[in-house]
């Protein structure tokens, strides 16, 4: 097993507090009524995405279906840009990026 750095310790803690933010915001546009339908969060799980997907390579394919938002940016894919992209009235969330498939419905 690697040994983690300094470097690779704060890359962990920024991807956790983004996750965290997004999950902050979209709670805060559910509650204003800005986002239809459900809202599932990913609030207090960041941390088992971020280290599930340190285990695996670049190239690697991830295959999601639920609260998908902490996969998304754990990857390391835009949040702002996946925020937009969004459907948020009822069924939401087709997102096919290179090597990050998730359909949720």
Known sequence: ?????????????SYMLKIRRFE?????LYGM????????LYIGQEAVVVGVLMTI???????TTYRD????????L???????????????LL???RWFYAYVF
């Open 95 to 97: 997102c096919w990026e």
């Open 1 to 13: 097993m690697k040994k983690l750095t300094k470097s690779d310790h704060l890359k962990i803690y």
């Open 33 to 40: 009524g800005h986002i239809g339908g459900f809202c599932h």
């Open 78 to 92: 835009d949040p702002k840009k996946n925020h937009g992209r969004i459907n948020w009235e009822g069924r939401w």
């Open 57 to 63: 390579k670049k190239n690697d394919s991830v295959v």
């Open 24 to 28: 902050e915001r979209s709670a805060q």
């Open 69 to 76: 938002h902490g996969h998304m940016i754990a990857r390391g």
